[in-house]
């Protein structure tokens, strides 16, 4: 008698051939987020051709083209010369209360760009200008790449180190041939994150006194109601974001970055500091300061010398509460949206899955007066039930955030070896079941880290909000820019204060999440 056994199938066979139902529910998800871009394309291809020419080929497009990619670009560059620098002390150091300076640097997610500018242009108005809003929006989105590189460089197999360091090459060239080209993921995915929410930044940049297209669509739509000439630069906006798009699909590539040695995963190790230990604190430090002690200062300031503090604080308990119950269902939704979609594109490689994959972002790049405009247009059309309720608003947020649940259970995804998956199979474990009990756990991190981005996201969202709430529906966000616009900054000061009280457990979670095991033993070079 001859007994058969399953081998486990090769790794192959999970990238190629995506279920059928993985792949309707990921062009579902897919359209949904692209309901904003077609309403766009739809309105501007309306548009008479002569007025689309009087309004694309005029001076001030030229000028909010350089505005927008020039911030873009500063934006960008620092937030990566920042976060590598800070995650490499942080991780790869044996830089003191390691632990603290990670959740400060994490902290700075809590503040809304917007609460940022007015922290910063209440003290101050020098900051407006380029300057200021490339600093303001470089300190409040940095750490969408200093987390997924905190998270690569713990995730880094150490034997491609060691193999470097028996080669003979130093510590700084390792660095530089060794694990910079292993972030290069990480970089990317939060360097994609930082330039799309710099084209959607509006409150920031309005205070600041810097245009850019999304204060241009707003002032369009909202001063001279304009539309044509709104659509038309929402139309050059989410072309600008594809570029960004197709950039860093080009730049991230086709390599695969999971862990290929064999035994239990091993920590890399931390390299001593020695003289520098103390004066390293300065990096971190500075940028903690700039990022948070500055806003925090300026609300505590405006709340003892303000001379509206104290107005409407009966308002403030149920607005909080709105609040954390639309993040809360937001976060929940988002995480359930984004794994099929990461595990259609990690595990399912493909040129349908990668459009897949980028739908969900074009969406993050529009101003959320754009995204609200469509949504009630669709719904006026479609669904007129559904006008002016929670549902709308909801979905406004899921568009408009997706992507950031994606990159974060994409980047655990790509970590994990699919191997593990193959012996579930070959076990005879159901697709869905291999789903649920193998992959889920393993990429949890990034489901937290991806449902806590979200969180903080919506708990601070303001122009979307603005125009989809319910009729008698305030957020602290959208409280607070109303108290600030009408110049009562006493009064709008515990707002913000709330809304970065109740981000904060849920950036700490993120810290917790993304900070995984404890930091490797430190060796002397």
């Not at 600093?135 to 060691?162: I, K, N």
Request: aromatic share 8%; proline share 6%; hydrophobic share 55%.
């Amino acid at each position: 008698m001859t007994t058969t056994v399953d081998r486990p199938r090769p790794a192959r066979r999970v990238v190629d051939g995506a279920p059928v139902a993985l792949l309707l529910i990921g062009v579902a998800v897919a359209l949904f987020a692209l309901i904003p871009l077609i309403h766009v394309v739809q309105y501007a291809a309306t548009v008479d051709p002569d007025v689309a020419k009087d309004q694309l080929f005029r001076p001030r497009i030229g000028m909010l083209l350089r505005n927008t990619l020039g911030l873009m670009v500063t934006c960008v560059a620092a937030s990566i010369v920042v976060s590598v620098a800070c995650a490499w002390l942080v991780v790869r150091t044996d830089l003191p209360l390691r632990g603290l300076w990670h959740v400060l640097l994490t902290a700075p997610l809590a503040v809304p760009a917007f609460v940022n500018g007015f922290g910063w242009v209440s003290l101050t108005h020098s900051v407006e200008g380029f300057a200021g809003a490339a600093m303001v929006v470089t300190l409040s989105y940095f750490p969408f790449v200093y987390l997924p590189v905190c998270a690569a460089l713990r995730g880094l197999d150490p034997a491609h180190e060691e193999i470097a360091a028996t080669m003979g090459l130093g510590r700084p060239a390792t660095f530089a041939r060794v694990v910079l080209p292993q972030l290069r993921p990480a970089i990317l995915g939060g360097s994609l994150l930082v330039a799309l929410h710099m084209f959607s930044e509006f409150g920031a940049l309005k205070t600041l006194r810097f245009p850019t297209f999304t204060t241009a669509i707003y002032d369009q739509f909202n001063t001279t109601f304009n539309g044509p000439a709104a659509h038309l630069s929402s139309a050059v906006l989410v072309l600008l974001c594809l570029v960004v798009l197709l950039v860093e699909l080009r730049l991230r590539g086709h390599r695969r970055y999971a862990r290929t040695s064999s035994g239990s995963p091993r920590t890399g190790e931390s390299s001593p500091l020695g003289a520098l230990r103390w004066p390293a604190l300065l990096v971190p430090g500075a940028v903690v300061a700039l990022a948070l002690g500055v806003p925090i200062y300026s609300l505590v300031h405006w709340m003892q010398v303000g001379s509206s503090t104290g107005e409407g604080l009966d308002r403030l308990l149920p607005t909080a509460l709105t609040t954390v119950s639309y993040a809360a269902l937001g976060a929940l939704l988002s995480v359930v949206l984004a794994l099929p979609v990461a595990l259609l594109v990690v595990r399912h490689s493909s040129v349908a899955s990668t459009l897949v994959e980028r739908s969900t972002y074009t969406a993050n790049a529009l101003p959320g007066i754009v995204v609200a405009l469509a949504l009630i247009t669709v719904t006026i059309e479609y669904a007129t039930d559904l006008y002016q309720t929670s549902v709308v608003l909801v979905a406004a947020y899921l568009i408009m955030f997706l992507s950031r649940a994606v990159v974060s259970v994409r980047a655990s995804l790509e970590q994990a070896p699919p191997v593990l998956e193959n012996v579930a199979k070959s076990l005879g474990v159901g697709a869905l079941a291999t789903t649920w009990r193998v992959t889920v756990p393993i990429v949890m991190p990034g489901i937290g880290a991806g449902a806590a981005l979200v969180f903080i996201a919506i708990s601070t969202e303001l122009t979307a909000t603005l125009l989809l709430a319910p009729l008698e529906t305030q957020t602290l966000a959208t409280q607070f820019w109303s108290e600030s616009s009408a110049l009562a900054y006493g009064a709008a000061a515990p707002y913000a204060l709330a809304m970065v009280l109740i981000s904060m457990p849920a950036v700490y979670l993120l810290s917790r999440t993304t900070q995984g095991r404890r930091p490797g033993k430190v060796v002397e070079p």
